[in-house]
């Protein structure tokens, strides 16, 4: 049987400790040995039922119960006050073969994996790399757990890709304790496993387009993701170089993603006029250089020995972790806040990437481990790429205003089909600014207070934006997320009181449901017109 710790506790923080948030009960599952005997079905459906047992449990004592991926998230999308389950043993995987597909698939079924929902975004790309496969897009690191990941949204900068939850092709969830609580969904446009090997996971199965789509990225709220299948594509190397191009030039490819005039001039590769797989611009707020660093990467095809040719990527990517001399200037910059442009400018060297040298590898080697484990904030902000330079002006200039310690970049991804996606726009421009968090009893602007700002900024600029919902906001700020979501609000929340028993939405909710007002239910269900 698969076994459950439960660990009294009076508080949970993230991995970049933007907490501390109150917490009663952290719940562990581990799942049955392997010297157990029972198959990898036999052992997902026994985990199954103890993830059941424990949501019966939190509904018996009238609390809530939320799955933590890796907690990478800096907002507290995260946290649930009651009680806290811990998924990165759930780690089973799953090819899918030819047999198990269904008669209307259009995919490929050596593309198609299930994953256990705690399986780290490495650990995938190791299981896939061994099958000669690759995952098509990730975030800038790989510890983010697979449903963590598709919770929330995340993203790289690859613009004809999309996000991670765009590479879903079905979701097993839990939604309760009874037998048909036990969920398969997939799109009814785009079927991809047969019923029989469903049956395996002994799941009810839903064929519907926008269900699947309201659940895709579901804030931890759509019930327990279990499983999710995804759909991987052959191994392929990435080619990416980092230079400083004139700001003008990079702001303009921003806002227009033609690179059809554009030559990189990369040396020793042509990719004169091609668009990248990946397009990101970085800026210093408080400098005005002429130039920015910006990193292309482009696609090239898969060769054994690329590392004979090029370098091991590794060692090279492992430069541009963040350092733990930034929290001591941080320090400094907390008792004299006047200082952070001139200690973000000296800082750059460390915080850019270094330019003009080429790496190549797989995408599990380009993005690659995070080293930093200290105190981080970070706000994105997406917004229509042909709004990109607008929306960097506007946040840069504010930031000159009020001084914090971050750098910010532009990253550009594909538009989402899930109803919740921050990639919302045809090309969404996620503009973001990461850095270290610093302590509200000093002069600097609070976080509260500059993200508030930020809001209050495009809004008065008529710029539609998201935010990315794993990222720091203020996210109490009055009508937001119908703001910047409209009647997708209402169609998302149509979904989560469909496949949610009226107890099982208060089981599945959580602070920050509360506070975006997401656990609100509807009006009445019957008027709607969505
Ligand atoms: C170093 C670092 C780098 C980052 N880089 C990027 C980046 O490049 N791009 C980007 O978009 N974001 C990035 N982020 C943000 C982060 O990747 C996301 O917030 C992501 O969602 C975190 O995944 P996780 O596994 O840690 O999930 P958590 O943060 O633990 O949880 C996220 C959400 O998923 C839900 N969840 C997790 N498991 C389940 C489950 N089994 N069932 C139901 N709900 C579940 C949780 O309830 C929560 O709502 C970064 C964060 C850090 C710290």
Known sequence: MATTTIQDRTRWDTLHKNGPFPLKFFLTTKLEKNSSGLNDFEKYNDAAAEIQKLIKQAADSHQRFRAI????????????????HFNSFMNLKFPIFEGEMHEDSTYEHSNLFLFQCGNQIKEISRFLERRGKSLKTSGASNGQTIAGCISTGVHGSTIDVGSVQDYVVGLNLIVGPRPKDVIYLERASKPALRDTYIQNFQARIIRDDDTFNAALVGLGSMGFIHGVVIEAENLYLLHRFVKKIDKARALELAD????????????????????PFHYKVFTNPYSDEDKYPVEFIYKIKYYENYKADFGNPIPFQKEFVYLDLIY?????????PKSIPKLINLLKSSILPK??????????????????????????????????????????????????????????????EATLAFSRFPFTCMVEIDGIQWSDKEKIISLQEYSKKMIEVLKDNNIPFTIHWGKNAAWDFPGLVEHMFGEDVKKWKKVREELLTVPMQEVFSAPFLDTTKLSEPLPNTEDLIV
């Open 69 to 84: 991926g890796s907690k990478w998230s800096m907002s507290n999308i995260a946290h649930a006050e009651d009680r806290m």
């Open 256 to 275: 227009t993603l033609d690179f059809s005039g554009f030559d990189p001039q990369i040396p020793g590769a042509d990719f004169n006029g091609v668009r």
């Open 328 to 336: 001591l200037f941080i320090k400094i910059a907390e008792k004299l």
């Open 355 to 416: 330019e003009e040298k080429t790496t190549v590898g797989k995408l599990s080697e380009i993005f690659w481990d995070a080293g930093y484990q200290g105190r981080a904030f970070a706000c994105s902000f997406g917004v229509d790429h042909t709004h990109s330079s607008k929306a960097l002006e506007l946040l840069a200039k504010l930031t000159r205003d009020n001084p914090v310690p971050g750098i910010f970049a532009m990253r550009f991804i594909k538009k989402s």
